[in-house]
């Protein structure tokens, strides 16, 4: 997405666990990203992961090792989502093949 796109959600710094667990929710559901999904992993050796959500604390434990600015990719490579990691808040976009 172009730098100049507005965010389809953004969370202030300082938010709680609960605000931005519920923040990655809303915006991989609008995506229409579910259980299996690939995620960017910032190494230049093996720059994506295949993942598949087993449990209810997957997110957390992803956002742990891959830090907060991460992009999604649908399995059917038809949606991404992304979250930027700005100054004072996190951003949040996504676009699908419909839109």
């Keep these: 997405m172009k730098t100049s796109s507005t965010p389809f959600v ?3 710094d300082g938010s709680t666990e609960a605000v931005i667990g519920t923040m990655y929710r809303q915006l991989l559901a609008v995506a229409g990203i579910r259980d299996r ?3 960017r992993t910032g190494l230049e050796t093996r720059p994506w992961m295949d993942c598949v959500v087993t449990g209810p604390d997957w997110l957390r434990s992803l956002r742990a090792e891959v830090g907060e600015s ?3 990719v649908s399995h059917d490579m038809t949606a991404l989502a992304m979250t930027f990691d700005d100054e004072h808040e996190l951003l949040g976009f996504f676009a699908t093949a419909e839109a």
Aim: glycine share 0%; charged share 20%; net charge neutral.
């Design 70 to 72: 991460l992009d999604f």
């Design 37 to 39: 999904f690939y995620c």
């Design 10 to 12: 953004r969370v202030p």
